[in-house]
């Protein structure tokens, strides 16, 4: 569950008090509200094979993730992972990326 409320409410107060804030997660575009706030986005796409390999470095439920809690993140993210916007970069996130490289394509000095 989310605190709608409050997490719109760190976005704004971050936006006015800093040049660069990240509002990132399962649930950043999820709402029209806060989406509306954001400047430009940044969509990172993984298959289900690099999800699997990387969530099963996730110790907190010991040496190996559940299934159910693997394919019930999976499945969330394919639900509600979305983003609409036409003008959000893309990223491949198979394949290791820069900051240097996302930041120089966000236009950020």
């Not at 509600?80 to 236009?107: N, Y």
Request: glycine residues 6%; hydrophobic residues 40%; charged residues 30%.
């Amino acid at each position: 569950s989310i605190d709608w409320e409050q997490y719109i409410s760190l976005v704004k107060a971050g936006i006015d008090t800093h040049d660069v804030v990240i509002s990132e997660g399962l649930f950043a575009f999820n709402k029209p509200e806060l989406d509306q706030l954001y400047d430009r986005r940044l969509v990172v796409f993984i298959d289900k094979k690099t999800f699997l390999e990387r969530k099963a470095t996730d110790t907190r439920w010991g040496p190996v993730p559940p299934m159910w809690y693997q394919e019930h993140i999976w499945e969330a993210h394919q639900r509600l992972g979305k983003c609409s916007s036409t003008d959000a970069i893309r990223i491949d996130g198979r394949k290791p990326f820069k900051a240097a490289e996302l930041i120089q394509q966000l236009g950020i000095e």
